[in-house]
């Protein structure tokens, strides 16, 4: 099956699923932060052609993005994303629509996964594959577990690790489930044991990584400075109000701990000046300066009253 067709079944099917427990509705106040799903590596003993590494992280990486709690980049698709961009570059293609260079964005933080488990055992934990299911008298369940790990682009750090783990319980009654004919993410495939399995260790990984990464305030920072003019990230939609006043701090250094080295996080920064919001677009800010010139793209700013 192509991939555009099967990316369609994923969402299709996912989309319909009731049993997704996250919302994917998001407070204004809380930051959206953009995350690339690479493909997982497959540990597990299932010999059907699916490519779950493959296919497993884009199931993740969809539904991270459906709870709208982070900005989701294609980075698998990179490679194709740079070779179109180079093509137009070269001035054989239309100047209509042309992709600017250098606006890819970057990721903060990168998602990795294990394939550790995906099988039908039986009470004993023996590993029967997922040929063709038999089941008979011995109690088997659906089992899918993932190894994953998120780290932090710009210093390295994982800040999370967890293994999550999905389980069916098949039963006892006689029953046959032949996986040789059902596609890996199609509307049968969530109706199997092992897809149901799969569900449930997804459901597990999303709301385990939304509770690391999606709970951090959100702070607006300098887009442009055009003399005493300001523009900020963040307008209406962000419930920015006009006549608030604004801290800007300059970036602060990162915390390590001395003897392991790890992150520990960074220091506010000191305050380099004050600003007042005078417009509020759908997406942007526009402000003036009340005190303070070592105005900076990028610089974080810290609310004083009016919002």
């Keep these: 099956m192509p991939r555009s067709h099967l990316t369609l079944l994923l969402l299709l099917t996912l989309t319909g699923c ?76 239309r100047a209509e629509r042309k992709v600017p260079a250098n606006r890819l964005k970057n990721a903060r933080y990168l998602v990795k996964g294990s394939i550790t488990e995906f099988a039908n055992v039986n009470q004993s934990g023996l590993d029967l594959g997922v040929g063709s299911l038999r089941i008979g008298g011995g109690g088997m369940h659906a089992v899918v577990s993932i190894a994953l790990k998120v780290t932090e682009v710009e210093s390295g750090e994982i800040l999370f690790s967890q293994v999550v783990t999905g389980k069916t319980y098949i039963g006892e009654t006689a029953a046959t489930t032949n996986y040789k004919n059902v596609t890996f993410g199609g509307t049968h495939f969530f109706q199997t044991p092992l897809g149901e399995a799969l569900r449930e260790a997804l459901d597990e990984g999303v709301s385990s990584i939304s509770e690391v990464l999606g709970h951090k305030l959100w702070q607006p920072t300098i887009a442009s400075v055009d003399g005493r003019t300001i523009m900020l990230s963040g307008g209406k939609d962000r419930k920015m109000k006009i006549g608030s006043r604004w801290h800007v701090r300059k970036g602060g250094e990162m915390v390590r701990d001395p003897e392991t080295g790890d992150l520990l996080g960074r220091s506010a920064g000191d305050v380099v000046g004050t600003l007042l919001v005078l417009e509020v677009a759908d997406r942007y800010s526009v402000a003036s300066i009340l005190d303070g010139n070592a105005f900076e793209r990028g610089q974080k700013l810290e609310l004083i009253s009016g919002k």
Aim: net charge neutral; no cysteine; aromatic share 10%.
């Design 18 to 93: 009731s049993s997704m427990s996250w919302s994917a509705r998001r407070d204004y106040k809380y930051d959206k932060p953009a995350l690339a799903v690479i493909t997982f590596e497959n540990r597990s003993n299932a010999p059907l052609n699916w490519k779950l590494g493959e296919s497993v992280a884009e199931l993740l990486s969809d539904s991270l993005y459906r709870t709208g709690q982070f900005r989701v980049l294609e980075r698998e698709h990179l490679d194709a994303v740079m070779k179109e961009q180079q093509l137009q570059s070269t001035g054989i293609t």
